[in-house]
């Protein structure tokens, strides 16, 4: 039955840093390396909706950081269009449901945090023209455009650049994520925002006290404006101690989400670190530590999208009904997307 449900269900996945993997790779092996070693976990794990964000590594910013996001969305063209059978690179809410329609995986390209545009917000319209429908606008330090969940010290709302991407991404249709924003520029986007927003891989704050997560109150104000919370599996986001690192604890943090933004604003967004670093060439990826944070620690069985079933079934397994279980692994951002990128 879990299956069944799980088969029959819209699954999305609203942060999957796969592009930084298939960039590493050659050109010519874009399409291919994502064929051989990504889409059979994205099959396997059922997703049918796909946010690809395009995350810039430290060593690219900042002269080559507008270069390396460029080469990112690329290669998400360029898989997309070496798979045609399998996925398809979406632009708005009539060709995701035409992709799902179709059999095939809709594709979502995102940007994290925008270091290779800055404070040049004229170029939130050019990577709209090249597909982008997500982005934020800060990651875990400091932008021309604001802070970063770890400056939250600073207590700093958007800059007046930060004020003018909000308004230029809402003139565009382009889905604004609160997802690693500092606190008061969460405030502050909530303050000046008229459209949906969305927390693409953001955890329970009060289930786990850490600066990535969102509060009671964020996720209720972010629920207000008609948005959905997607919440963050990286292990360390979910329990300071390793061994509550479980699944049970990702489905408490679900739950928690639930209960305070209500079942309708509610979703996933994995991060899956490990398959990732696991993917990048060795040793660049061996120990690495962000913010003292091993970023290859991950909930046993989720390394990968291939374990999203586990999660169905945990959420069954507690008596969850099957709508509501529906909604949480895609019903809702499917829904969502729907509205915002019509």
Avoid at 78 to 107: F, M, S, T, W, Y
Wanted: glycine share 10%; with cysteine; net charge negative.
């Amino acid at each position: 039955m879990t299956l069944s449900l799980h088969q029959r269900a819209v699954v999305a996945d609203t942060h999957n840093d796969l592009l930084m993997a298939v960039s590493a790779r050659p050109p010519e092996r874009w399409a291919t390396f994502f064929r051989e070693q990504w889409l059979p976990q994205l099959l396997d794990g059922g997703v049918n909706l796909q946010v690809l964000p395009v995350f810039i590594d430290d060593q690219y910013r900042p002269e080559g950081a507008l270069r390396q996001t460029l080469r990112m969305i690329e290669c998400a063209h360029v898989l997309a269009e070496g798979n045609p059978d399998h996925v398809r690179l979406c632009l708005d809410a009539a060709a995701i449901d035409q992709a799902l329609d179709d059999g095939k995986i809709a594709l979502v390209l995102a940007l994290e945090s925008m270091p290779g545009l800055d404070a040049s917000v004229e170029l939130i319209s050019t990577v709209h023209r090249l597909g982008v429908r997500v982005a934020s606008i800060a990651h875990f330090g400091r932008t021309p455009l604001a802070d970063g969940s770890g400056e939250d010290a600073t207590g700093s709302g958007l800059t007046s650049h930060g004020i003018e991407a909000l308004r230029e991404m809402e003139r565009l249709g382009v889905v604004f994520d609160v997802s690693h924003l500092g606190a008061s520029g969460v405030a502050h986007v909530l303050e000046l925002a008229t459209r949906p927003l969305m927390a693409t891989h953001s955890s329970a704050r009060a289930l786990r006290d850490h600066h990535r997560n969102l509060t009671d109150d964020q996720l209720r104000a972010v629920a207000a404006t008609g948005g959905v919370i997607c919440v963050n599996f990286f292990a360390p986001f979910l329990a300071e101690r390793a061994e509550d690192m479980t699944l049970d604890r990702l489905l408490d943090h679900i739950e928690h989400v639930v209960d305070v933004a209500g079942i309708d604003h509610v979703g996933l967004g994995p991060d899956f670190m490990r398959e990732v670093m696991d993917d990048l060439t060795p040793p660049c990826c061996e120990g690495l530590q962000l913010r003292g944070v091993d970023v290859r620690a991950c909930v046993p069985g989720l390394e990968g999208p291939a374990g999203l079933p586990m999660v169905t079934e945990g959420l069954l397994a507690r008596g969850l009904p099957e709508k509501d279980v529906m909604q949480i692994i895609g019903g809702n951002v499917h829904r969502f997307f729907g509205e915002t990128l019509a």
